[in-house]
């Protein structure tokens, strides 16, 4: 407790100096800790997605991965083929679907059309959907709209939709909110969607699996029987975002160590001039029989309990700003893309309290070897 005291004395001796050093380990933790919450986020918001999905099984054209899909390439004979061969490869249901963007980048701007088979509920690829008004199916020329998308655009019965100069759908039904990216999601006929695309391809088929099989088994089989196709399961999906995410976390880690290396220098400074400042407090503690090693205990301690209670503070910071992103992309888009997780506060304070380490280690080494003689002689 004494050497606590002596840490705080000295450092309130020099408040201006202390709170600057720590306002920039606060600054650079809260930094990396919003950064590796987008990690985060996207595990949560894919797991949540990914289990509110019905059939297990998802068709792709050979080369074409889950999130990227891209132009609709997906033949309707490979479709076909799938359907006749259901029953001997374990398939109790075929939802060929094809998807249409429009807009830009902005939430606010952007359309997501799904096209499921004509007379098909969305139901049937979200089973957690619930109705808020009007029809579940939507007919010919009819659209059922996400509730967050509806009200965003103050969509209502009724009201008209514009995919192209020449086709318009009517809204006729509107979802209830299910805290999902389906809340963001236009459901209409396929053939609409094929017909402004000007093609007969869909851009994937949700596939579900009889009862007896596994969804392993049934992709292995797709893949052996039906050619020019991929089968992904919801565990190939989820193992192929985690190594996505995972790339994003190193290229967004890096960025961070950027501000972490400024944190510790600053750090490092901080107690290197504290030391030249008290060479002599240093050299009269060495003459009244401290030993090398307390000295440089208590100096590096200095450093740690710096980086600890920047890392603490950063760590708060970084909660409240995750806390902003997740209120807005969750307004936005129904999808809170940020999170910290207790291995991301665990991960962000270990990090700050070896920041605190490797920055008072060359201060402390300084403290330690100074001469008695010399210390005590300076002005």
């Given at each position: 407790m004494e050497v606590l005291a002596l840490i705080y004395r000295n450092l309130r001796a020099r408040p201006v100096r202390s709170i600057l050093t720590l306002l920039g380990i606060v600054v650079s933790t809260a930094s990396m800790v919003l950064f590796m919450s987008f990690g985060e986020g996207l595990r949560k918001a894919l797991g949540a997605e990914l289990s509110a999905v019905g059939p297990a099984v998802l068709v792709l054209p050979e080369g074409v991965e889950a999130f990227s899909p891209g132009y609709p390439e997906l033949r309707p004979e490979a479709v076909e083929a799938l359907k006749k061969a259901a029953p001997d490869l374990g398939i109790n249901q075929v939802i060929p679907y094809v998807v249409l963007t429009r807009g830009g980048f902005d939430p606010q701007s952007s359309f997501v059309f799904q096209g499921i088979p004509d007379g098909l509920s969305p139901k049937a690829l979200y089973p957690n959907l619930t109705l808020a008004e009007g029809a579940l199916n939507p007919s010919p020329r009819g659209a059922v709209v996400g509730s967050r998308l509806a009200e965003r655009n103050q969509l209502s019965l009724g009201k008209a939709l514009r995919l192209s100069p020449r086709i318009s759908l009517r809204v006729e039904g509107i979802l209830k909110g299910s805290g999902g990216l389906s809340d963001n999601i236009i459901f209409v006929p396929a053939s609409v969607v094929q017909e402004v695309l000007g093609t007969r391809n869909y851009t994937a088929a949700a596939v579900g699996v009889s009862a007896?099989?596994?969804?392993?088994?049934?992709?292995?089989?797709?893949?052996?029987?039906?050619?020019?196709?991929?089968?992904?399961?919801?565990?190939?999906?989820?193992?192929?975002?985690?190594r996505a995410v995972r790339i994003s976390d190193l290229v967004r880690f890096g960025i961070s160590l950027v501000a972490l290396i400024v944190g510790g220098l600053l750090v490092a400074n901080t107690v290197m001039m504290s030391v030249y400042e008290r060479i002599r407090e240093f050299g009269l503690m060495r003459a009244l029989g401290a030993k090398q090693g307390f000295i440089f205990g208590l100096v590096l301690l200095e450093a740690l309990l710096l980086g600890v209670v920047g890392g603490l503070l950063g760590l708060a910071l970084g909660q409240v700003a995750s806390g902003l992103v997740s209120w807005y992309t969750g307004r936005e888009v129904g999808v809170a893309l940020s999170a910290i997780t207790f291995r991301l506060a665990s991960f962000a304070l270990l990090v700050a309290v070896v920041l605190g380490l490797l920055a008072g280690f060359l201060p402390a080494r300084t403290a330690s070897r100074l001469k008695v003689v010399e210390a005590l002689g300076r002005l």
């Open positions: 007896g099989f596994t969804a392993d088994q049934v992709a292995e089989a797709i893949k052996a029987r039906i050619a020019g196709v991929s089968a992904q399961t919801t565990g190939d999906v989820m193992r192929f975002a985690e």
